[in-house]
């Protein structure tokens, strides 16, 4: 993996972004836990403090203010020590990350993974096809610089495990390099 950046953040910032569904969740409670890093659900902080706006009727969800949620989040993020879950990457300022982990899965799981959240009709479609053409790693390279950019699937337990285990040794580096 990439040598870290250089920053004055005393503790670094990274970004967990893929298709609804691939894991990200899953992934970042487990990280969190075990790092004592802020895990920084960026759907839910969104509805908590009101950066939502009108209403989306085929995708049945609200629309994201970005400009609000951006201001809000400038202070937790200068400070660093967060995870950022979020389904989308290119509107987050660059500098905020030190590391983008883009979670992958196939698309028969995330058919299956999706169906039973009740996605249905041209929002279930949608998503896999998403995850087919791998929209949210193509965003991701073009939004940050492409060796910060880690892809990693989450199909199985065992993955999961091998990404937890990739991802904490990835910050053990970032905080050896630092020299804390
Ligand atoms: P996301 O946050 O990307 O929408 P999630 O973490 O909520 O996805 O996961 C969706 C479902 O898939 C959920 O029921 C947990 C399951 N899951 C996630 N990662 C997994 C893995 N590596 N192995 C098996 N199941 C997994």
Redesign the pocket.
């Known amino acids: 993996m990439a040598a870290p950046q250089n920053t004055d953040r005393k503790a670094p910032n990274i970004l967990v972004t893929?298709t609804?569904?691939?894991?990200?969740?899953?992934?970042c409670s487990k990280l969190s836990e075990l790092t004592g890093l802020t895990w920084l659900d960026i759907s839910k902080i969104a509805k908590d403090h009101d950066c939502l706006e009108g209403f989306d009727e085929t995708y049945q969800c609200s629309y994201l203010d970005e400009d609000k949620l951006l201001d809000g989040l400038e202070d937790t993020m200068s400070k660093g020590g967060n995870i950022v879950?979020y389904h989308s990457n290119e509107f987050f300022p660059e500098r905020w990350f030190d590391a983008v982990f883009v979670?992958r899965s196939d698309n028969t799981t995330l058919y299956d993974?999706l169906t039973s959240r009740g996605y249905t009709g041209k929002k279930l479609e949608d998503n896999v096809q998403c995850e087919i053409f791998q929209t949210i790693l193509e965003e991701a390279k073009s939004s940050y610089r492409e060796e910060i950019v880690h892809e990693m699937y989450?199909?199985?337990?065992e993955?999961?495990e091998e990404n937890v285990r990739n991802i904490c040794g990835w910050l053990e580096g970032w905080f050896r390099d630092k020299g804390e």
């Open positions: 893929g609804p569904g691939v894991g990200k969740s899953t992934l879950d979670v993974r989450s199909r199985t337990p993955e999961l």
